[in-house]
């Protein structure tokens, strides 16, 4: 079964490991990318926190311009709810 994810409207880094992203779905989510960043060379330009902040919404993901982006399913299935993370 194919899973289907709601394109991204919007994208902003947070901090140097956190993407804020908001979906055509309405749901506002966090994503962490410390594991990505330090763990798969293909990430290791978004350890620059400038770079980091150049992320912008691609259909259903995230890119940046070296085109490192994330999975969509990864990207919405294993974010956290934005206002959950307000609260940590």
Same mark, same amino acid.
């Given at each position: 079964m194919d899973m289907i994810t709601p394109d991204v409207v919007d994208v902003k880094a947070l901090d140097e490991r956190y993407i804020y992203v908001r979906f055509e779905d309405g749901k506002e989510k966090v994503y962490d990318m410390k594991s990505l960043i330090e763990?798969? #060379?293909?990430? @290791?330009?978004? &350890?620059?926190?400038?770079?980091?902040?150049? !992320?912008? %919404? &691609?259909? $259903?993901? *995230? @890119?940046? %311009?070296?085109?490192? $982006? !994330?999975? %969509?399913?990864?990207?919405?299935? $294993?974010? *956290?709810?934005?206002? $959950?993370? #307000? #609260?940590?």
């Open positions: 763990t798969i #060379k293909f990430y @290791e330009k978004l &350890r620059n926190k400038e770079y980091f902040k150049l !992320v912008k %919404p &691609r259909y $259903d993901t *995230v @890119e940046w %311009p070296n085109g490192e $982006d !994330v999975c %969509p399913e990864n990207l919405y299935y $294993d974010s *956290v709810n934005y206002e $959950d993370w #307000k #609260k940590n």
